[in-house]
């Protein structure tokens, strides 16, 4: 049987970058990737959004890593040429009854310690960004935008570079802990001993959980898959920052708005409904088109009425329809048996912001 210090379960934006940020420490690192080849599911199909923790509560992993990855993020990007821009974003009222919300919203931002933010008029908002309607807003400097691919294809080449193995089109299919660690089981028939196993699978993340024989409804671990699709308009102009709406009372969601390529193109999106079943599905039509069509009018001044479906993802939330808010699950799993075991489970957003991070917050959870 093969033996390791390190076995990451997905090759996804924190499965990578947890992967760089232990491979200069431990020498033998292998991630298995049941798809051909890195960030195929959320790391890949989201907003790419550089957020900047102005959302989340205070003292959550959440807001802590999100302003932590903020940083990091930058400056990794800069030093390894990542296509990035440091646009800022502005997150608007549309209607005086979302004037208090932006103004929570600032507070909470400046108690989690998100720097630069204020308070803008709609003229202020205007002047930046003629295309936008809004009565007031929030502007956040530290927002940005990246190119999530060249990303984790640093992430994966600097950890190859150190040595790490990655095999793709590999599953796991039963994870068996023994006295020396864990001997994780692939659906390519091989087992592979490994002192430390971390959980990085995403979507699956909680079927990984249970295959290490953890109750994952007692645990509080079950996924709820909620698909968000992005709409576009050929009459869309280029823009400079991020425009944002108040979000979503439920917590479901930041709200339809602007998503911002490095070329400076734009669509929008994404929205947020819980599928039925845990499947994933990427499948677009325009079924959804009438809430695109109630939700950007209101904030983009240009005639968008042919907006069209182009791209979706799916977002791994323990937050199911009508709950609170749930914070990330970062933990090793030795109150239950299991140390060694570290289950990175909810992984939404800020995950991709938070990447680097949480790959940092594993490193000392090990």
Do not use: W
């Amino acid at each position: 049987m093969d033996s390791t210090d390190i076995i990451i379960i997905g090759a996804g934006a924190v499965g990578l970058a947890a992967a760089y940020e232990l491979s200069p420490k431990y020498r033998h690192i292998i991630v298995l990737e049941k798809e051909d080849t890195f960030g195929r599911h959320t790391s890949s199909r989201n907003s790419e959004t550089i957020h900047s923790g102005i959302y989340y509560p205070q003292n959550t992993l959440k807001a802590k890593l999100c302003l932590r990855g903020n940083e990091l993020l930058y400056s990794f990007m800069k030093h390894q040429d990542v296509s990035h821009i440091k646009c800022g974003k502005y997150i608007i009222a549309t209607s005086k009854d979302e004037i208090p919300e932006i103004e929570k919203l600032k507070i909470n931002g400046e108690l989690n310690g998100v720097p630069g933010l204020s308070l803008v008029t709609g003229h202020e908002i205007s002047s930046a960004e003629p295309d936008v309607n809004a009565l007031m807003g929030v502007h956040v400097p530290t927002a940005g935008v990246m190119n999530s691919y060249e990303l984790m294809k640093r992430f994966e080449s600097m950890s190859k570079e150190n040595g790490v193995l990655f095999a793709y089109r590999t599953g796991v299919s039963r994870i068996e802990k023994v006295h020396d660690g864990f001997t994780v089981h692939t659906d390519r028939g091989d087992s592979i001993l490994a002192e430390v196993v971390i959980n990085c699978a995403g979507l699956g993340s909680d079927m990984i959980a249970a295959s290490c024989g953890i109750d994952v409804d007692a645990a509080g671990y079950r996924l709820k898959y909620c698909k968000g699709e992005y709409y576009k308009s050929e009459n869309t102009g280029r823009m400079k920052s991020l425009v944002y709406p108040v979000p979503s009372p439920d917590g479901k969601s930041l709200g339809i708005h602007t998503r911002m390529f490095t070329d400076g193109t734009i669509v929008f999106g994404p929205n947020a409904y819980y599928l039925k079943k845990n499947e994933i599905d990427y499948s677009l039509n325009n079924d959804r088109r009438d809430e695109f069509m109630n939700s950007v009018p209101l904030f983009i001044k240009r005639d968008v009425s042919d907006m069209s479906v182009c791209d979706c993802g799916i977002r791994p939330k323990l937050q199911g329809p009508g709950e609170k808010f749930r914070d990330f699950v970062i933990r090793d799993e030795g109150d239950r048996g299991l140390k060694g075991l570290v289950n990175c489970i909810g992984i939404e957003s800020p995950g991709l912001t938070s990447s680097l991070a949480i790959a940092e917050y594993i490193a000392e959870i090990i």
